[in-house]
């Protein structure tokens, strides 16, 4: 086991300082060796910040440093596979920003060079550390809930698409819309819950609605508001998407919205068993619902909670540490893309698509 973990974080933007950056400071293996930003004074002003580490503007000066352990990739999507695998072509451990990537392709190559360097690449599907979440999955695995045949997912928000014009709505740049941002995210927790099933079909519909006339789209705030461009900018993704997931289990089904005319957000997670059911609040806690000698009963569960973001990067140093792979592994981020890729797919055939597994 190595003592000392020297990690160099790629794109110091948003989820690098709310999540990667304070839980490597907080670790006590892990040091950062570089700040790295193509704006320079992101990486500047990280070094500024955090007192350690050296700024530098293009990753390729330090894919050669033998000194280097590891790397987190918090650019947008479509560097997530280039710098992900440039990485682990140089030797090492990589910590990818959820998605995966745009496209299954990308992800599938990603796990092909994972496996072949035997590096250890690791995806930012965070809720797989959160308590609640953890609390269900035992439950499901411990038959609290019997036969779980079917679970619903809502991912829904009134007004909510980022940066109009900018990287987030244009798929080139992200692969997609709500589904690929807001509903991998849901996706994976809830297959982590099932015990990452066998899927067998996939069918949905994406609809590019709200926000395709950008001008006219009407909205109170918006986040990654400074990418906005709606003078020459992009708009062709899902803002909003409806689909069906058949497994070997239990069947999945999902309303995600970035943007509806629904009036509010709605945000959690229905897991129906025939014994017992669980509501989830996404990012906070959930109720349990079963019978009990004739009565029906609700549980509130009381239990400690936890930073997942941090609980994730602490367990990829622990791991690279350790040279194990863990729960994010890029095989469970690679079943999660065959479901958005198949959803995307049958949306543009109108038509369910099987799965290969
Ligand atoms: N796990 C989560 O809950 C969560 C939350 C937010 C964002 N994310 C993911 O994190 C990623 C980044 O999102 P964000 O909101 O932090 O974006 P951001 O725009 O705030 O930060 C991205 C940074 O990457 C930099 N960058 C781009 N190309 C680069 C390159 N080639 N080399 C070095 N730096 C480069 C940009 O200049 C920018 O500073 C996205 O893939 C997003 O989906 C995950």
Redesign the pocket.
Known sequence: MKEKIKVAV???????NS?HIPAYMASDIAEIKYF????PE?ADAAVEKYGCGKAVYD?HEILDDADLDAVSV????D??SV?SIDFMRHGKDVLC???AARILSEALEMEKVSYETGRILSI?V?NRYANSVNHIRKLIADGELGDVYHVYASFRAHRSIPGLGGDFTTKACSGGGALI?WGV?YIDLILYCLGDPKVLTASGEAFCKLGKDMKNYVYESMW?ED?KNTETGTYDVDDSVVGLVRTDGAVVSFNGAWAQNIGERETYIDFMGDKGGVRLDYCGNFRFWTTKNGMLTETIPAYKTNDM?RSEVLDFVECVAKGERNRNDIKYAVGTSKILQAIYDSSEAHAEIKIEN
Do not use: S, V
């Not at 790629?10 to 690098?16: E, L, Q, R, S, T």
């Not at 790295?36 to 704006?39: A, T, W």
């Not at 918090?74 to 999507?77: I, L, R, S």
């Open positions: 790629i794109g110091c933007g948003n989820i690098a999540a790295c930003d193509i704006i992101r990753y918090c650019t947008h999507n560097m997530h710098i920003e959820k998605p930012g965070c941002d995210h990654a990418t973001h």
